[in-house]
């Protein structure tokens, strides 16, 4: 697990640079809050608002992302309001939170934008009930978030805009439908019931941290679509707590908040949310784990038994979460993994298509966007088929199967990247059987997104001189091979997670 994240490739070292940037950014969000002479707790506002504004924003372009950061207050302050007017009315309180998390969840049917206002709305509440927000501390933390929010943009677009200089990755937006049929919809009533059971158990548990146990629920359902999705990630999220724990007993107990040792660590823990967030989701939830034990240590609240409670109010989360998407509408991973590989099979050839007309000659033609793209929609590929491939899976063939099919989408990929290196290359020359093998490829694509995965495999060879059709041919053959798992819908449910 941990060479999973320090081994994993990092093209052009994005999430290195990703995680250096969210440590600079919430550090000077809050210096500058400390400068502003806030308290422990609004600084500790502070610090959490920056890195939900340099962690969520996921918009394609540099501005959209800023739309979105200036949206975020819009979407935090009248919650911020809400829960700490509500501090001393348990019922209306919980109502209200539960009506959060169904319209964050919801949200994502618009997209990153929505899904970016939607979690800041949600934690801005979960927030205000981990630093037991009142009335009468509202002003602090409205300019708290304020400051932060905009100390974090200053560092995101103005001191650290790498994103300038690269072409925008295209987020994938969940499939679509309308009414029930809708994913979002579905998972905004799942979430909402899963979050329900949580609020409900969790104050069995604990009548001063049952937050934890809905805020596990939500997490769970963050960047998940099926029901095998959700399952594994509740599965990784309570893992990730179990090892954090553990490590909170031999460093952040020990600290009980010295200020020092406790802000290098915060800082070490931000890195890593930051850095595993795109590889591993155990890794990252062990350094969340971690960071709020840091947190809870500078308010001199920190104890074992403390951490006892946040294990079993994640585990009831986690419970919650499972039920709602095994008994609440349930939405099968077989119809949302079949159409993410479609999805992303015509992506292959739309970058094909660039790449081709880029080598005939079109100056306007730039492979690079869909290969960006194309990256994104496998990352959901791999998250919808995770439960597949998952070691406690008890399925060995279909493992094997889905894991051929994701080996596959691999080479799909590398092909297509190699084919948009050579089109970018000014001195490549456009030769006329191009357009016979990208209309093959094109074929092949219809073919496999169509239901009918007749495909025959390509036999001529090219030469060594001609590195297109080099990469064209390897296409066409990963293509071909990918017709029998997904020759029919019978052989597709091998990508199930069921």
Not at 438 to 452: K, M, Q
């Amino acid at each position: 697990m941990l060479k999973r994240v320090f081994v994993a490739p990092d093209p052009g070292r994005v999430r290195l640079r990703f995680a250096a940037r969210g440590v600079l950014g919430i550090g000077f969000a809050v210096l500058v809050s400390g400068v502003a002479g806030h308290t422990l707790v609004g600084m500790v506002t502070g610090g959490l608002a920056a890195l939900l504004a340099l962690f969520t924003v996921t918009d394609a372009t540099v501005r959209g992302q800023a739309v979105t950061t200036a949206l975020l207050p819009l979407a935090g302050l009248p919650v911020l309001a809400a829960a700490a007017e509500l501090h001393d009315q348990p019922v209306a309180r919980d109502l209200t939170f539960l009506a959060v998390v169904g319209a964050g969840v919801y949200a994502r049917r618009w997209g990153p934008r929505g899904h970016s206002l939607g979690v800041f709305a949600f934690m801005t509440y979960f927030v205000a009930q981990f630093l037991h927000a009142t009335p009468g501390r509202l002003p602090e933390l409205y300019a708290a978030l304020l400051l932060s929010v905009a100390s974090a943009a200053a560092v995101r677009f103005g001191l650290w805009c790498y994103e300038r200089r690269m072409p925008p990755a295209a987020v994938p937006a969940p499939p679509g439908g309308r009414g029930l049929a809708r994913v979002t919809t579905r998972q905004a009533v799942q979430a909402t019931a899963g979050a329900g059971f949580a609020l409900v158990v969790g104050q069995v548990i604990s009548g001063e941290r049952w937050y934890w146990a809905v805020g596990a629920t939500w997490w769970i359902f963050v960047n998940t679509t099926s029901r095998g999705e959700t399952l594994v990630r509740g599965f990784r999220r309570v893992m990730g707590t179990v090892l954090g724990i553990a490590l909170g007993f031999l460093v952040a107990v020990p600290l009980q908040g010295a200020h020092l040792p406790t802000a290098v660590l915060l800082a070490a823990c931000v890195f890593g949310i930051f850095y595993s967030a795109a590889v591993s989701y155990t890794w990252m939830m062990l350094c969340v784990t971690v960071l709020a034990e840091l947190l809870y240590g500078l308010l001199g609240v920190l104890e074992p038994a403390l951490l006892a409670v946040r294990l079993a109010e994640t585990a009831v989360g986690a419970v919650g979460a499972v039920l709602a998407v095994l008994l609440v509408l349930p939405v099968t991973t077989h119809a949302i993994t079949d159409a993410w590989i479609q999805r992303a099979l015509r992506c292959v050839h739309s970058a094909t298509a660039e790449a081709a007309a880029r080598l005939a000659g079109d100056e306007s033609a730039d492979p690079a966007e869909r290969v960006a793209e194309l990256e994104q929609l496998l990352a959901r590929v791999r998250l919808s088929v995770a439960p597949l491939v998952h070691p406690l899976n008890p399925l060995p063939a279909r493992k094997r199967r889905a894991r051929h099919v994701l080996s596959l989408l691999d080479d799909c990929a590398r092909e297509v990247r190699g084919l948009a290196a050579v089109a970018a290359d000014p001195e490549a020359s456009h030769d006329a059987r191009l357009a016979a093998a990208c209309w093959r490829v094109e074929s092949a694509v219809e073919a496999l997104t169509g239901g009918n995965a007749a495909i025959t495999a390509p036999t001529d060879r090219p030469t060594a001189t001609d590195p297109a059709l080099a990469h064209l041919h390897s296409l066409e053959q990963a293509l071909s091979e990918l017709a029998h798992p997904l020759r029919t819908a019978s052989e597709r449910r091998l990508v199930a997670a069921e």
